[in-house]
């Protein structure tokens, strides 16, 4: 199945975190726009998160260590490892996760 | 972990088409350069795929259907589904795979 990502609706999940979502029987993929400064709070999932740097800088914590992301980056974030992060700039960022993130659907 | 893409040894999977791999304990990210006119014949396999154009053209043909793929958009080809394809253009796309290609790892 073919998707446009400008044609697919955006959600703001957090607050400055815009996301457009495609899932599969076993993948959720989020494209988000971030805007610069907003911060999702330290968190963790059974999912296996696997972070495609596009646009910007990010700030990722992954178990207490901080990790200044730019593009050509790829942070791969195994399953109930905690992690937050902070945009530094506006940041495009495609996340994949595995299993699907039931929560995403909307 | 993180993965600096320019870092990650390439490998000539099909003749035209040099990936860079990184593998998850579910998925298996494929960050391909394909040269202009590289063809992929006709396969399928159990794994999900999902084709994220970056940068070109991509014929992709799932299930006899051809689909001219250009970046912005995201094909979703399902377990077991029948594709090929030919890069019109130089293109460089991501193809994320659920459950992990084993033949990918080099």
Redesign the interface.
Same mark, same amino acid.
């Given at each position: +199945?073919? *998707? #446009? #990502? @400008?044609k697919i609706a955006t959600k703001e999940v957090f607050p400055g975190f815009v996301g457009r979502f495609?899932h599969?029987?076993? +993948?959720t =993929?989020a494209f988000w726009d971030i805007k610069q400064g907003s911060m999702v709070p330290e968190h963790s999932h059974l999912h @296996?998160q $696997?972070v495609?740097m596009q646009e910007g800088e990010f700030e990722l914590i992954v178990d207490g260590q901080p *990790?200044l #992301?730019q593009p050509? +980056? $790829? =942070?791969?974030i &195994? !399953?109930h490892v905690k992690h937050s992060g902070r945009a530094i700039t506006p940041c495009k960022i #495609?996340d $994949?996760f !595995? &299993?699907v993130r039931e929560d995403y659907k909307f």
């Open positions: +199945m073919n *998707h #446009l #990502l @400008e495609i599969t029987q076993t +993948m =993929f @296996e $696997v495609n *990790h #992301l050509g +980056m $790829v =942070f791969t &195994p !399953s #495609l $994949v !595995s &299993p």
